[in-house]
């Protein structure tokens, strides 16, 4: 039972490169999650999704775009990546609205 | 502006003894509330929640005490372990609240030999 799988785990960019953060999970959880940790941060939400073709904003969306096209998959993409999106990236899965699955994160450096 | 507050960046503990972590929310629609655990290098784990029609929660070593009146909740652990030695997080989300858990920025507990 993977639970959530996010790769890759480490990530440099260079700016104004591009990247897919990849998230898939195996239980059929209908909701999904992207979140980032800053230092000294709590986590705060980038995007959302609560089933296949359903997505939304969350806290901190610019910079950032997501798709869902089927209940496994959350994928994350950043555009034209920038120092300020040096993060550590977490994704996470629920069946209903509180009991999250995180994945292990990727942590991502832009330099 | 920060909805969940959590004060204290980092907390020391003898082993054996109890660690209270405290956080503290402003937003009265939340209705329910969880502490995660996180060790370094990997994601947060579920710990224990509560409802707010409740004002306690507990689960073997953990405790969670919620105070609605005053926008207050706790997590108690007795007796503290070392293996307890992570970063908690206090979550908070709305009544039907699909998008997303709102997160403190979290308490480093240590746990002292």
């Known amino acids: 039972n993977a639970g959530v799988t996010q790769t890759p785990k480490f990530r440099i960019l260079k700016i104004g490169q591009s990247m897919t953060l990849q998230c898939t999970q195996d239980m059929n959880h209908n909701y999904m999650y992207w979140y980032r940790q800053d230092p000294g941060m709590g986590l705060k939400l980038i995007y959302y999704s609560v089933g296949a073709g359903i997505t939304d904003k969350g806290e901190v969306p610019n910079g950032y775009n997501v798709s869902r096209s089927t209940t496994e998959d959350f994928p994350l993409r950043l555009e034209l990546a920038a120092p300020s999106q040096t993060s550590v990236y977490f994704c996470?899965?629920?069946?209903?609205?509180?009991?999250?699955?995180f994945g292990s994160g990727t942590r991502l450096t832009v330099v | 502006d920060q909805q969940v507050k959590q004060n204290s960046p980092s907390l020391s503990v003898q082993e054996g003894r109890i660690s209270i972590l405290n956080c503290d929310y402003t937003?009265?629609?939340?209705?329910?509330f969880l502490w995660y655990k996180k060790y370094p290098a990997e994601g947060p784990t579920f710990l224990i929640s509560i409802s707010s029609i409740k004002d306690k929660n507990e689960d073997g070593r953990f405790t969670v005490f919620l105070n609605k009146s005053a926008k207050h909740l706790s997590l108690h652990i007795v007796p503290s372990q070392p293996g307890d030695s992570a970063v908690y997080f206090c979550?908070?989300?709305?009544?039907?609240?699909?998008?997303?858990?709102?997160f403190g920025k979290g308490t480093h507990l240590i746990i002292q030999p």
């Open positions: 996470a899965s629920s069946y209903n609205y509180y009991g999250y699955t």
């Open positions: 937003n009265s629609m939340f209705d329910y």
């Open positions: 979550a908070a989300n709305t009544r039907g609240g699909a998008d997303g858990l709102t």
